[in-house]
């Protein structure tokens, strides 16, 4: 009998141990699990997919994500894209003669994907198409105050020139060289150097507004790049990276592939210090980027601040603070965008402010003003939307916006002293992808601590 006893008391000790044992590596297993099927980043297999921009750049590993994504054995596939069909009045109260009206639909897709190479490599292959070219036209669509690129032998002014069919093909390969450590080269025709912000379409502050700023020629325009090459070094939350790229930007035929040159540089340096924040600044030596001013080469400096809170699985803020400039024919012209947008369940609220300076050259107007003065330009948007339906995790939304255009005084003759602009719109895009939020930052804590 005393036997039995000790046998069973023995087993009373012995059995807690084998059970807490058990339960360790059942965590141990999910814990590696989860490791192993984390979305990971293009450029990185110890940073989250969420901090992936445009190009190479970085966003707050908060960011929301709106795709489709599909596993296979070897490899996972992403889809991302969005059409805005829309009514778009650039002067509804015909306040000059500079405004226009139109129905059309910009757009964009994109296709991604990534394969790991043995314990430390990847591979990644980016794809970006865009029907602007059928929906909105060669000549782009009406935008007071916009522009950049030409068409037909004339400076696109107050249009917004339609992205090319081919906006993106690169690919791209990360080694991982120690800890917290990674090398990689992507080269993409068409790319995106590393100059600039993530570009506004990929912004979670911007991805409301179906305009693109006014200040896009002095901090973003160079994501769809005819032949560019990037070699960048990340360590732990910092990134530096440098560019050799085609200067031109792309021509007026939306269908073929431009001619590299790779005859413009640039550099960046990225900082994420905490998974709320991505900043970055970066500076380009721009080649004769405009075809309507061939002898004319351009110095573009960017800074950005991204700023993004989760405030619930489908609820978040995102605001972005751009500084552009432009240094050509010996001057400096400087823009600031301030953009915001708050998504509460299916209701967003947004808005955006520009401050950009343009002279009489860049507006067309010398014939007007042969002095070719600078002028100093203000716009202020705000909008709204709603999600109606979500089908098959697509999100058919509705909104409206407006824009107050303040005009310089030597243009008041032309555009009003206040043109406003007004839109409606439905939108259609892949659903928010919902990871939980106590889930989303624990995988992203463990990421974090695997670096």
């Known amino acids: 009998m005393q ?6 008391a023995a087993n009373k000790q012995t059995m807690p141990m084998h059970h807490d044992h058990a339960k360790m ?9 989860k490791h192993e099927m984390m979305m990971s980043s293009q450029f990185s297999r110890d940073l989250p997919m969420n901090r992936d921009g445009s190009g190479t750049s970085w966003v707050p590993d908060e960011t929301p994500m709106y795709m489709y994504m599909v596993h296979s054995k070897n490899w996972m596939h992403m889809f991302h894209g969005s059409v805005f069909t829309r009514y778009n009045n650039q002067d509804v109260f015909n306040k000059g003669s500079r405004g226009g009206s139109k129905f059309d639909a910009p757009n964009w897709f994109m296709y991604m994907a990534q394969h790991k190479v043995g314990k430390n490599g990847l591979f990644s292959v980016n794809t970006m198409f865009s029907f602007d070219p059928f929906t909105v036209g060669l000549g782009g669509y009406p935008l007071l105050y916009q522009t950049g690129e030409s068409y037909k032998g004339a400076k696109l002014v107050d249009k917004q020139h339609p992205h090319d069919l081919f906006a993106e093909l690169s690919v791209a390969y990360t080694q991982r060289v ?12 068409p790319g995106e150097p590393a100059l600039g ?14 305009d693109a700023p006014l200040s896009h020629h002095y901090a973003d325009a160079t994501h769809i790049t005819f032949g560019t090459a990037t070699l960048g070094f990340r360590y732990k939350n910092v990134k530096l990276e440098g560019s050799v790229f085609t200067g031109r930007e792309p021509d007026e035929y939306r269908y073929d592939f431009d001619k590299p040159k790779f005859d413009s540089y ?17 500076n380009g030596w721009l080649k004769s980027p405009e075809e309507a001013e061939p002898h004319d080469n351009v110095n573009r400096f960017t800074a950005s601040a991204i700023h993004t809170k989760m405030l619930g699985d489908d609820s978040y803020v995102a605001t972005t603070l751009v500084y ?11 823009s600031v965008l301030l953009e915001n947008s708050l998504q509460l369940s299916k209701t967003a609220i947004y808005g955006r402010y520009e401050y950009v300076q343009k002279d009489a050259g860049e507006l067309d107007l010398e014939d007007m003003f042969a002095n070719d003065p600078n002028f100093n330009i203000n716009a202020v948007t705000l909008g709204v939307n709603r999600i109606l339906a979500t089908v098959k995790q697509t ?29 409606v719109y439905l939108r259609i895009n892949p659903a928010l992808m919902k990871m939980g939020g106590s889930k989303k930052s624990h995988d992203h804590d463990h990421m974090n601590m695997d670096m």
């Open 266 to 282: 640039s550099l960046r340096l990225s900082y994420n210090p905490s998974k709320e924040w991505a900043l970055q600044v970066s």
């Open 3 to 8: 036997h039995i006893k000790k046998d069973s």
């Open 197 to 210: 912000p993530p570009v506004f379409m990929h912004r979670a502050s911007a991805m409301n507004n179906p």
């Open 324 to 334: 552009g400039q432009n240094r050509h024919h010996g001057r400096t012209q400087p």
């Open 395 to 423: 999100n058919l939304t509705m909104g409206l916006q407006s824009t107050l255009n303040v005009s310089p005084q030597a243009l008041k003759p032309l555009y009003g002293s206040s043109p406003v602009a007004f839109q």
């Open 178 to 189: 120690a800890k917290n450590t990674d090398v990689y080269l992507s080269v993409g025709m």
């Open 25 to 33: 590596m059942a965590e141990m297993q999910h814990d590696t699990t």
